[in-house]
């Protein structure tokens, strides 16, 4: 096996942990429970990325083919209430600044991925880079939609409309 590729592999597995890590310590007392549904949602998320990853490298070496089951894309925001959820964060606060760096986290993912696939030679490994680049940008669509409604709650407090 490549030994770049496989390296690409573990830090891909590596971002994912850290992406883990981020939405799991996020979680605090006095958070509304939508926002704590839907940073342990992302927490399990980030955890089945990495899960995925490992597998694949483990395939890869074992020299097998990459396996890339069907994935269905939610386009309702995976159900998450966004407006629900923004009208409970102070946007200046913990819970803004959170959601704000799990936008560029997952933007960083996708952009990270994307990457791969303009770098890799092989078809079957753009395929594997494509899918988890959609899937980061899955998550930074709902992220940076939660981060508009935020603002605009915050526009609409402070009297900002309208902006002409």
Not at 81 to 86: H, V
């Amino acid at each position: 096996m490549d030994t770049n590729l496989e390296n690409t592999l573990k830090e891909a597995y590596f971002l994912e942990m850290r992406g883990k890590s981020l939405y799991q310590e996020s979680i605090r007392e006095g958070m509304s429970e939508e926002l704590k549904g839907l940073f342990g949602f992302f927490a399990k998320e980030e955890e089945g990325h990495a899960a995925f990853i490992k597998e694949q490298l483990r395939l890869l070496k074992a020299g097998n083919s990459l396996s890339l089951p069907e994935r269905k894309d939610n386009l309702n925001n995976y159900g998450f209430p966004l407006k629900k959820i923004a009208s409970a964060i102070e946007a200046a606060g913990y819970e803004g600044a959170l959601v704000g760096a799990a936008l560029d986290f997952e933007r960083r993912a996708c952009e990270f991925y994307s990457e791969q696939v303009e770098k890799s030679e092989d078809t079957g490994l753009k395929a594997l880079f494509a899918w988890l680049a959609d899937w980061e940008r899955q998550h930074m669509i709902l992220f940076s939609e939660l981060d508009k409604e935020i603002r605009e709650q915050v526009w609409y407090d402070n009297s900002f409309w309208p902006l002409d």
